[in-house]
């Protein structure tokens, strides 16, 4: 692939008309570096509207009850035919409609949603004048249902590396045995990621309807800003704690090949979004000391005191076996002299508090031990904060100013992330601190 070359997936919000279709073409065209192209199916246009891949999913339950399903294939045909005529391309797809409707309930759940990207490929290869690659004979799944990396980016190099532009539909993919199979949700991510690894792209461009990252949950904070570059572990860190910005499975390709992934919004266009970045070298791209502040509910934290305990060689490690045993994941594990927590999920021990608590108590024979509920944790992520003094004190100043109570700190190795655990009821107030303390003063 020539170098500089672009990956661009479009996701369902930008291609949910032809309005929509023709604002992702003039980005497309504007740059002949964006060469490959990946489309998602059709989405919502309002907010009471019905995605193409939730109309096909309902379609082919009736089809596979043997219910008639007339009404619900013909409201998918309309919605493409509408963008077809609104494009004002030569365009018919009734052969694929009659395939489709012939094949649609024995050919499996996972055949018929990914129709959805299928046609709307078709329409976008047409309107743009790109070859059109279907995904079901390059991207490969195993007969398990489990992507093949190898295979697909073999098959991707051999069929892409020839053309100058194409079009290859998101989601789906065929097993060796030819059954059409998809990713799951949001899965188109997932094939735009694997198209910029196998063609070594200069850049990963995932546009979407919202301009970028932001530095925080918007139901927390009014108008927080976009986060304008971040590396893909501070994202991963942000990920935990329930930032949701792209399909998890669709960063692990592109980030063992270092291509960074460009978040951009289709109706701003002129926003430079959110860049996500490889990990090294990220020196001179920090902006602000903190890069991302997320909080998640959910957690307990279940306190022991033993005197002495930091003596008595292999008191973690039993601790740790208990949970290990009952497959309870071990979240953080804050400690002092005489004192270790271990910060659960409440999920993870609803309904064996009492036994876990007994079984510790046999194993390390505590002092005292107990289960704290309500835990929410905080994280305040940023690579700017290795080399900034005084962060931890920033943090802490803002969180005592509003009078939160802070009940656990981890900082981990990599100076990239303090962890804080705060009541429940806290925490959107303490988010909202901390924002306020680094980032609307600096705006
Ligand atoms: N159309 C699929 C979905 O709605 C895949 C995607 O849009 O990424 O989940």
């Known amino acids: 692939m020539k170098t500089g070359s672009k990956v661009v997936k479009f996701g369902g919000s930008s291609l949910a008309d032809a309005g929509q279709i023709r604002k992702a073409a003039e980005i497309i065209q504007s740059d002949p570096e964006r060469r490959f192209v990946v489309p998602s199916a059709p989405g919502k246009r309002f907010a ?46 009734e052969a694929e409609f009659e395939t489709i409707r012939k094949n649609l309930a024995s050919s499996g759940r996972e055949y018929a949603a990914s129709r959805g990207e299928f046609l709307n490929g078709i329409i976008i290869a047409k309107f743009l004048n790109y070859e059109f690659v279907d995904a079901a004979d390059v991207i490969v799944f195993g007969d398990d249902g489990v992507m093949d ?14 053309s100058e532009n194409a079009v290859i539909p998101g989601f789906y993919g065929k097993s060796v045995s030819g059954v059409v199979r998809t990713f799951s949700r949001g899965g188109s991510d997932v094939t735009g990621s694997l198209v910029a690894r196998a063609m070594r792209a200069a ?11 932001l530095v925080a949950d918007p139901r927390v904070v009014e108008n927080p800003v976009v986060i304008p570059v971040i590396t893909y572990k501070e994202l991963r860190e942000l990920s935990y704690m329930g930032f949701s910005v792209l399909h998890e499975d669709a960063i692990f390709p592109v980030r063992t090949a270092g291509i960074p992934i460009n978040i951009r919004n289709t109706n701003k266009p002129k926003d430079a979004g959110t860049l996500i970045i490889p990990d090294s070298d990220t020196e001179e791209t920090v902006i602000r000391t903190i890069t991302g502040i997320a909080g998640k509910k959910g957690f307990c934290a279940i306190n022991m005191e033993k005197a002495m305990m930091n003596s008595e060689v292999g008191f973690v490690r039993d601790v740790l076996n208990i949970f290990a045993d009952r497959n309870i ?9 005489d004192t270790l927590s271990i910060i659960a999920s409440a999920d993870a021990i609803k309904g064996r508090e009492e036994e876990l608590l ?51 700190i981890d900082q981990g190795s990599s100076e990239l992330n303090v962890i804080v655990g705060v009541n429940e009821h806290d925490l959107h107030q303490a988010i909202r601190c901390i924002y306020d303390a680094f980032i609307s003063s600096t705006l």
């Not at 461009?205 to 301009?211: A, F, G, L």
């Open 329 to 337: 994941p071990v979240e953080h594990m804050p400690s002092g002299i």
């Open 203 to 213: 850049v990963y461009e995932n546009w979407t309807d919202v301009s970028g990252v």
């Open 48 to 93: 009471e509207d019905v995605k193409i891949t939730d109309m096909l999913y309902a379609c082919y339950e009736k089809a596979s009850l043997g219910e008639n399903f007339d009404v619900d294939f013909q409201n998918i045909k309309n919605r493409y035919q509408e963008i077809i005529q609104d494009l004002g391309i030569d365009l018919s797809l």
């Open 358 to 408: 007994a079984q510790l108590r046999e194993a390390v024979n505590p002092d005292a031990i107990e289960i704290e509920p309500d835990i929410a944790l905080l994280a305040v992520v940023g690579r700017g904060m290795r080399r900034t003094r005084g962060t931890a004190a920033r943090i802490f100043a803002s969180l005592a100013h509003a009078r939160i109570n802070v009940k656990m």
């Open 149 to 162: 990396r190898h295979a697909t980016r073999a098959k991707l190099r051999e069929r892409l590396e020839h």
